[in-house]
């Protein structure tokens, strides 16, 4: 019904920026919600920024909170990630997520790896 793909992740130093995208093809309907988790070596999938699609309500992790920003292109039915002042710490691999609770549908994209060095 929904399929995503990501793109954008890459290597870069301490205090750089990425941006993330995610674009979401097949049946979406307003309601529904998208977001970003990310899974650093050793580690479990943690969420880090979300939004609903609707009201563009945004949740971000205190982590990323003043340097990560999440947002929504309707047009292209993609959400990105805008990364700044990314740290070491950042790395990892980012998955983007799709969830409706009105379509009973959770989807997650294939990934993508970002790399921070010190």
């Known amino acids: 019904q929904v399929q995503l793909v990501e793109s954008g992740g890459g290597a870069v130093q301490a205090g750089d920026s990425l941006r993330l995208s995610c674009a979401a093809s097949g049946r979406t309907f307003s309601t529904f919600s998208m977001g970003w988790f990310r899974q650093r070596p050793g580690k479990e999938r943690d969420p880090v920024a979300a939004?609903?699609?609707?009201?563009?309500?945004?949740y971000y992790a205190d982590s990323v909170k003043g340097r990560f920003t999440i947002s929504r292109d309707n047009a292209n039915n993609t959400v990105y990630l805008q990364m700044n002042s990314l740290k070491p710490e950042d790395t990892a691999v980012y998955y983007c997520?799709?969830?409706?609770?009105?379509?009973?549908?959770?989807?997650w994209g294939q990934g993508t790896l970002v790399t921070v060095s010190s």
């Open positions: 939004i609903i699609w609707l009201t563009a309500y945004t």
């Open positions: 997520k799709y969830y409706s609770i009105r379509q009973d549908l959770e989807v």
